[in-house]
Each structure stands twice: as C-alpha cells, then as structure tokens.
C-alpha cells in the first residue's frame, strides 16, 4: 500500500502542475518536475508549498522502518504545508531577481492534485497500518 504514494509523487512530476500569468511574457505552465526543481526558492517569496516534500520522504523513511504512527504524522504535517499553495493563487510573486516583473499563479493544474494525493496516501495507508 505504501507504494501508492511514491506512484502518485512520480505520476505527478510528470504532469502540467502549476499555470503563472507572468507580466512580461504571459501565461506559462510549469510542469511538475520542474515545480520540484525550483519550488523551494519560493521561500524567497513567502510561498512555502514544496517545504511539504521534505516531510514527506521523512514520512516515507519512517514507514520504511515500520514506524507507522510518526510517518502518518509527518505525512499530516506534509499535506499541511501543501495545503498553503492554495493561498498562493492569484497573490503577485516577483518575477525575477531586479522585480522588474510580477508573476501569479493562476490556477492548480493536474499535476499539483496528483502531488497533494500523494502526500495524502502516505499518512493514509501508514495509519491504517498503524491500527493493524
């Protein structure tokens, strides 16, 4: 069961995650693997979504070692953070480092859904695990 998660995680890097409206070249889509590579400089912009990915491998690791009841909350706190993108929509990001461009984003794509229930599955299956 616990492989559900890393599937959904995969299946989501792959995936359009992210649609910006970017005040110099217009729309653009960012796909999922992408949004991994570059999401934890959002921290720069107050957008703290992907810190949700370190707590999740923490989780995953713990369930590795048969820990179920602290990877499910490890899992929690992972979907909690990720649930912080939601705000992010529509609020002004700069654009570049000299903020002589602003971008937003303007919606969640199918890429960021699958990632959130990825994060989801993890403390699913490890408390379901934990109550066996």
Not at 3 to 32: H, Q, R, W, Y
């Amino acid at each position: 069961m616990l492989l559900i998660s890393p599937v959904l995680f995969a299946i989501a890097c792959c995936l359009p995650a992210l649609e910006f409206k970017n005040s110099s070249t217009g729309n653009d889509v960012m796909l999922g693997l992408r949004a991994l590579a570059v999401g934890w400089s959002g921290i720069f912009a107050a957008v703290f979504g992907w810190y949700a990915n370190p707590f999740w491998a923490l989780g995953l690791l713990l369930a590795a070692l048969r820990q179920s009841k602290a990877a499910g909350v490890a899992g929690l706190v992972a979907l909690a953070i990720a649930a912080t993108t939601f705000a992010d929509i529509g609020r002004e990001l700069p654009g570049d480092e000299g903020g002589v461009t602003h971008t937003a984003i303007i919606r969640l794509l199918p890429g960021c859904y699958v990632w959130m229930a990825a994060l989801a599955a993890l403390p699913a299956t490890a408390l379901l695990r934990a109550t066996k």
